[in-house]
């Protein structure tokens, strides 16, 4: 079993070393699990995401340093937001959502791109308000910081029917894999990152166009009221 927990996360388990890069996988497998769901218009999507942020950064920052809440609590209030965004949507079927799918517009971007460095600040917290990571050899948390906000950023995009956030989270989970390539990867980690790539592509095949409208109507209104007019 520790072989195998090493392999997985190229850690020796019992650490806080080895917690932290085991909570980060388990959190990025459930953000991909996610995106397939969202992919399909799905509500449940936003709880599983909801459940990514308590399961990594969330438990992260309660065990190891509350410092880690101030990029914690606004990866997990996008969570809240794109439940509440969805639930103004039509609803069709079981948890889904007519989901009105929008084209890039330069203020969709700009906001974007706005949004993304406001998160990287936030994910880097204490590190960046104490200058540490504007010392040597610091790049890779630089980039660590922002894929991260650039993947909260897109939720963003994405709660709001905007197609091109889904090229953003594909972009994000590339950026990341050649990061981790660039180090000594854990297997677990990379092979997550790759499902968030192919949920992300899914996502944008997917939202060529709005299902059909007449998906949306209730299912009371079948078969209708015999004292309807």
Known sequence: MDQLFLDLFGQQPGGSS??????????????????????????????????AVFAGPLVTALLFGYDGLVGA?????VAAYGLWRFSKYPAFGRFGRVVAVRGATP??????????????????GPLLWSGLVFGGGTSSIWLNAFFGAMITAALVGIA??????????????VGYVAVFFASAPARATLGVLVLQFGAALYGWWSWRQAPAEADAEPAETYPPHPYAE
């Open 18 to 51: 080895a917690t932290i890069v085991a909570l980060s996988a388990l959190s990025s497998l459930l953000t991909g699990v996610a995106l397939l769901l969202l992919a399909r218009r799905n509500d449940l999507g936003w709880w599983v995401k909801v459940l």
């Open 73 to 77: 609590l606004p990866a997990m209030a």
């Open 107 to 124: 203020a969709s971007v700009a906001w974007g791109f706005g949004l993304t460095a406001v998160l990287t600040a936030l994910n880097l």
């Open 160 to 173: 709001n029917g905007f197609r091109w956030a889904w090229l953003a989270v594909a972009a994000s989970s």
